[in-house]
Structures are given as structure tokens and as C-alpha cells.
């Protein structure tokens, strides 16, 4: 069975189960993010740009039961 990694969701799936066992926090910062959103899940699917004026913070932190 293969290792590598296909998709940015296993790369964060990966990343994040190796720091979180050494204890580490996780964060991730974006500044004037644009999102496009999709009206649909075809090829041909329109989206719409959404903008955040600001920051976003995701912060996943694991910490040990003892």
C-alpha cells in the first residue's frame, strides 16, 4: 500500500495526527481571504468570490489526559 499523499484534506489529515501526537498546536492564518463557494458540485458549476475583510484563525490544539 502506497503512503503518498493525493489530496490537501489527507495532507491535513497526515500533518495534523503527526504534530498532535508530539504535543504541537496547529494554527492557520489568512489575511483578505477570497473563497470561491460553488452553486453546485458538476464541472460546470458557478461560483460566487466571498471575501472577509479581516483575519481567520483555526487553532487545534491536543493535550494529554494526564
Same mark, same amino acid.
Request: aromatic share 8%; hydrophobic share 30%.
Given at each position: 500500500?502506497?503512503?503518498?499523499? !493525493? ?7 497526515g500533518l ?21 463557494i460553488p452553486? $453546485? ?20 490544539r491536543s !493535550?494529554?489526559? $494526564?
Amino acid at each position: 500500500m502506497s503512503s503518498e499523499t !493525493h489530496t490537501w484534506p489527507d495532507l491535513a489529515i497526515g500533518l495534523y495526527e503527526r504534530l498532535t501526537g508530539m504535543n504541537a498546536e496547529i494554527t492557520y492564518q489568512f489575511d483578505d481571504m477570497t473563497v470561491e463557494i460553488p452553486s $453546485g458540485t458538476g464541472p460546470d458549476a458557478r461560483s460566487a468570490p466571498w471575501r472577509l475583510n479581516g483575519t481567520v484563525s483555526i487553532r487545534t490544539r491536543s !493535550h494529554d489526559g $494526564g
